[in-house]
């Protein structure tokens, strides 16, 4: 079955420390393939996506991702993190074509900054 | 450009009632999509409607409904509302004509419905 899996649900950082937030999808066919980040009480943002070519992507607020056909993974990171950093992030792919809105999403890394 | 708004922002509601949300997407999306967010169950897809059609439906049960007006305006509807029903609803609007592009997804804030 087409799915994103988030290995960790929840990671702490110290500010200024860098960041990793795996994120893997299921194997088969390549998903075009996003981060999104969400502030309690707020809806998704899109930070960076990914649909062929380059397999290192650059997104907003300093992000960045790479894609690994061979691991099946697309890891999103930052090289230091600030406090404003702290939130949920959602990995998600979209599967079979471009023809379709639906985004199917891995459960999430609450990610926490210490000062 | 404005972006995706959803109303209401928030609502209370009795078991057994039904409940209408409302999307309006970014202006020129054609592509509209509504998810659950729970935090037991994460992100789930509800459904996505592109030119008052729906294209893609999720695995919900038949109390959910949706439809889209000719101007992309897209509702939705929960009927017989259960407590777990209870859930932030987030609707995404695309371009959704088929290029890679077209598939970024904007969101709105969301509704949080509370069933009591």
């Known amino acids: 079955a087409q799915s994103v899996t988030q290995p960790d649900i929840h990671i702490t950082v110290s500010e200024g420390a860098s960041l990793e937030l795996r994120c893997n999808y299921s194997y088969g066919a390549t998903p075009y393939l996003f981060w999104y980040v969400q502030s309690p009480g707020q809806g998704l943002q899109l930070l960076l996506k990914?649909?062929?070519?380059?397999?290192l992507v650059q997104g907003i607020k300093g992000f960045e991702a790479e894609f690994k056909r061979s691991q099946s993974s697309f890891n999103l990171r930052k090289p230091s993190v600030h406090w404003s950093d702290a939130a949920e992030y959602f990995c998600?792919?979209?599967?079979?074509?471009?023809?379709?809105?639906?985004?199917?999403f891995g459960q999430g890394t609450t990610l926490q900054v210490k000062p | 450009k404005a972006g995706v708004t959803q109303t209401p922002r928030y609502l209370i509601k009795t078991r057994g009632q039904q409940v209408t949300l409302s999307c309006s997407p970014i202006?020129?999306?054609?592509?509209v999509s509504w998810y659950q967010q729970t935090p037991g169950q994460g992100l789930q897809f509800l459904f996505e409607y592109f030119s008052e059609t729906q294209r893609n439906k999720g695995n919900f049960p038949g109390r959910f409904s949706g439809r889209q007006f000719s101007n992309s305006r897209s509702e939705m509807n929960v009927s017989t509302l259960e407590l777990g029903d209870s859930a932030l609803y987030l609707c995404?609007?695309?371009?959704?004509?088929?290029?890679?592009?077209?598939?970024?997804?904007?969101f709105g804030q969301g509704t949080r419905l509370t069933v009591v």
């Open positions: 990914y649909f062929s070519g380059d397999t």
């Open positions: 995404a609007s695309s371009l959704g004509y088929g290029g890679q592009g077209d598939t970024e997804a904007f």
């Open positions: 202006s020129g999306h054609r592509s």
């Open positions: 998600a792919g979209i599967y079979g074509s471009s023809n379709t809105g639906k985004l199917i």
